[in-house]
C-alpha cells in the first residue's frame, strides 16, 4: 500500500492502540472557558494570552523545496496561562499564484496523532487542487502531543513490538489478564515517560492552539479543511471561536454527541460494511483468496484464518510472527481505500500460504513501524487524545464481556476484536476531562461536512448527526466506498468543495454526489 495515499485518507484515523481498539474522541472539555468574540480577529481571548497572541513566528528552511517552518509557543496548561509553555511545530507553503491571496489553509489529516506537517509536506501542499494552492498559503501545525510538538512518547520499539502482538481476542481467563495487562502496562509507560503533557492534549486544547496560529498569520478568521478526527478538531474550534470562523470543510465527519462504546460499535459496523464491500469485489477475481462463491463465504473464510493464525502463527522472514492481532490489522488497513483491495488480496493469498510478510507490511504502515524498529508516536498520541477526550467504553474485562454480542452483531468478522481493544482508556492514567455533547457553533459562517456513505473509519451516519448539530451545517454527500472524500477522485466533491474554498459558496444542503 502506498503510505501517502495511508496518509491522504487520513487512515490514522483508527489505530489499534488508539481509535481502532481504545474508544474513539467525540468530546470535550468544556468550551465556555476559550469562548471569544471575533474582535479584529486578533485579539487574545484572555488578556493573560497576549504574548501568545502577539508573538511573531520566525520562519525558516524545513529542508523540503517550498516549504518553510516555525514553532510557536503555547501555555502548556491554559489555566495557567503564566506557567510552562510548550513549542508547537508550525510549516507553511505560500500561495502560488495567480490570484488573489485570500489568506492561510490551515489542514489537518485526523488521528488523532496524525502529523498534520507531514501531511502538509508530502500531500496538501502539492497535491490539494492547483487554484486552492494558487490563493492560499497552506498551513499546519502539529497538534500538541503530536510528532514534532511535545510528543507522547510511551514504551520502545521493542514494548511496542510486543503490545501490538497481544491477543485480542482472548478465548480463557489467561488471555484475558494478559491482555489487560498489556493495556495497562502501555498507560503507564505514557504516564512514566509523558506525565507532565499528558494531562494536556485534548482537542479543546489544540483548538485553542489554533486560535493562536490563526491570529500570529493574521488572518481575522479561520479557513480550515480537516478530515477524519480531524473534524472534530475544526467542529471544536467553531464551537469555541464561531465569530472566527471562516469557510471550514469537515470531510469523513465524527459525531461529538455520542459517548465512547456507541462510536466504537458504529465503527465495527463501518469496517464490516467496508469489509463485505471488498468481499463483493474480491469473489469476482479470480486471484480472491477468500473462494469465488459469496461475500458471506468469504466472511467466513477469513474467519477461520483468523482463528487458525491465532493458534498457530504464521512466519514473516523475521522474529516476529504473523498471529491474528497484527493481521486484523494489515486488514483493517486496507479498508481505508479500495485502492488497496489488490494488495490485500495479494498479502491474504501469501499469508495463507504460509509467508505473513506482506500482511505483516500492511500492519506495520499503519501503526508507522519503521524499517529499524522504531514508530512514531502516533499510537501514543492516539490514545492521549482519545482518553482525555472522552470517558472510557469499559472499565474492566466484564464490561467488555458483556458487550461482545452487541459487537459481534455489528461485525461477525471484527467484533470481538474491537470491543476488546476499546478497553483501552479503562487503565488510562488521566482522568477524561471531556464528554458527549452536540456542537452547534451558533453564529459560525456555513461549515461544510462531507460524509462517504460506505466510509469504514466514520461512519456516514456520524456525518449527518455532526451536519445536523451544527447551526450552520451543509452536509454534502458521496456515494462511494472508502475513508473521507475531498481529493479522491470525485470531481462533483472537489468542485464544490473548491467552489467554497475559493469563492465562499457552499454547496446546497443535502447535495450527493
Known amino acids: 500500500m502506498d503510505t501517502r495515499r495511508l496518509f491522504r485518507s487520513s487512515a490514522l484515523a483508527l489505530a489499534t492502540a488508539g481509535l481502532l481498539i481504545s474508544g474513539c474522541t467525540g468530546g470535550s472539555s468544556s468550551p465556555s472557558a476559550a469562548s471569544a468574540s471575533a474582535g479584529d480577529g486578533r485579539a487574545a481571548p484572555d488578556t493573560a494570552l497576549k504574548p501568545y497572541y502577539a508573538q511573531q513566528l520566525k520562519w525558516r528552511s524545513c529542508g523540503v523545496s517550498g516549504f518553510e517552518c516555525a514553532t510557536m509557543k503555547a501555555p502548556r496548561d491554559y489555566a495557567e496561562p503564566d506557567g510552562e509553555t510548550i513549542d508547537l511545530a508550525v510549516a507553511r507553503k505560500k500561495a502560488t499564484g495567480p490570484g488573489k491571496r485570500l489568506g492561510s489553509l490551515l489542514v489537518n489529516p485526523g488521528g488523532p496523532g496524525g502529523s498534520a506537517v507531514d501531511y502538509l509536506q508530502s500531500y496538501a501542499g502539492i497535491g490539494y487542487p492547483a487554484p486552492v494552492r494558487a490563493r492560499y498559503d497552506m498551513v499546519a501545525i502539529d497538534p500538541r502531543g503530536v510528532a514534532r510538538s511535545a510528543p507522547v512518547e510511551c514504551l520502545t520499539?521493542?514494548?511496542?513490538?510486543?503490545?501490538?502482538?497481544?491477543?485480542?481476542?482472548?478465548?480463557?481467563?489467561?488471555?484475558?489478564?494478559?491482555?489487560?495487562?498489556?493495556?495497562?502496562?502501555?498507560?503507564?509507560?505514557?504516564?512514566?515517560?509523558?506525565?507532565a503533557i499528558l494531562p494536556h492534549v485534548s482537542t479543546v486544547e489544540a483548538a485553542r492552539d489554533m486560535d493562536i496560529l490563526r491570529a500570529v498569520l493574521g488572518d481575522k478568521k479561520l479557513?480550515?479543511?480537516?478530515?477524519?478526527?480531524?473534524?472534530?478538531?475544526?467542529?471544536?474550534?467553531?464551537?469555541?471561536?464561531?465569530?472566527?470562523?471562516?469557510?471550514l470543510v469537515l470531510d469523513g465527519a465524527m459525531d461529538p454527541s455520542l459517548p465512547s462504546r456507541e462510536l466504537n460499535r458504529d465503527q465495527t459496523a463501518g469496517f464490516e460494511n467496508a469489509?463485505?464491500?471488498?468481499?463483493?469485489?474480491?469473489?469476482?477475481?479470480?486471484?480472491?483468496?477468500?473462494?469465488?462463491?459469496?461475500p458471506a463465504d468469504a466472511s467466513a473464510?477469513?474467519?477461520?484464518?483468523?482463528?487458525?493464525?491465532?493458534?498457530?502463527?504464521?512466519?514473516?522472514?523475521?522474529?516476529?510472527?504473523?498471529?491474528?492481532?497484527?493481521?486484523?490489522?494489515?486488514?483493517?488497513?486496507?479498508?481505508?481505500?479500495?485502492?488497496?483491495?489488490p494488495q490485500l488480496r495479494e498479502a491474504l493469498a501469501s499469508a495463507m500460504a504460509g509467508n505473513g510478510s506482506s500482511l505483516l507490511a500492511l500492519a506495520d504502515t499503519y501503526y508507522e513501524r519503521e524499517g529499524d524498529g522504531s514508530y512514531a508516536n502516533l499510537m501514543f498520541a492516539n490514545a492521549a487524545v482519545n482518553c482525555l477526550d472522552l470517558p472510557p467504553a469499559f472499565t474492566g474485562p466484564q464490561a467488555v464481556q458483556a458487550a461482545l454480542p452487541a459487537f459481534e452483531k455489528a461485525s461477525p468478522v471484527f467484533g470481538r476484536g474491537f470491543a476488546w481493544a476499546s478497553l483501552n482508556c479503562g487503565y488510562w492514567p488521566t482522568p477524561a476531562t471531556g464528554s458527549p455533547h452536540r456542537i452547534e457553533a451558533k453564529g459560525a459562517a456555513p461549515i461544510v461536512v462531507v460524509g462517504t456513505t460506505r466510509d469504514p473509519a466514520t461512519p456516514y451516519k456520524w456525518a449527518k448527526g455532526l451536519a445536523g448539530q451544527l447551526d450552520s451545517g451543509r452536509l454534502l454527500t458521496y456515494e462511494g466506498d472508502g475513508h473521507t472524500a475531498y481529493g479522491r477522485g470525485s470531481d462533483c466533491i472537489d468542485t464544490a468543495v473548491n467552489t467554497y474554498l475559493l469563492e465562499g459558496t457552499p454547496p446546497q444542503d443535502g447535495k450527493r454526489c
Do not use: N
Open 275 to 294: 469489509f463485505q464491500s471488498f468481499a463483493a469485489d474480491c469473489v469476482k477475481q479470480r486471484d480472491c483468496p477468500l473462494g469465488t462463491e459469496s
Open 157 to 195: 520499539g521493542k514494548e511496542m513490538d510486543a503490545h501490538t502482538q497481544i491477543d485480542q481476542t482472548p478465548d480463557d481467563p489467561a488471555e484475558t489478564a494478559r491482555l489487560a495487562s498489556s493495556l495497562k502496562g502501555f498507560a503507564a509507560g505514557c504516564k512514566k515517560r509523558s506525565g
Open 301 to 341: 473464510r477469513l474467519k477461520a484464518f483468523f482463528k487458525a493464525i491465532d493458534a498457530r502463527p504464521v512466519p514473516t522472514g523475521e522474529s516476529r510472527e504473523l498471529g491474528e492481532s497484527l493481521a486484523t490489522t494489515g486488514v483493517i488497513a486496507a479498508m481505508y481505500d479500495e485502492g488497496a483491495w
Open 223 to 247: 479557513t480550515y479543511v480537516g478530515a477524519s478526527y480531524g473534524t472534530f478538531l475544526g467542529a471544536t474550534y467553531a464551537e469555541l471561536f464561531p465569530d472566527r470562523t471562516g469557510r
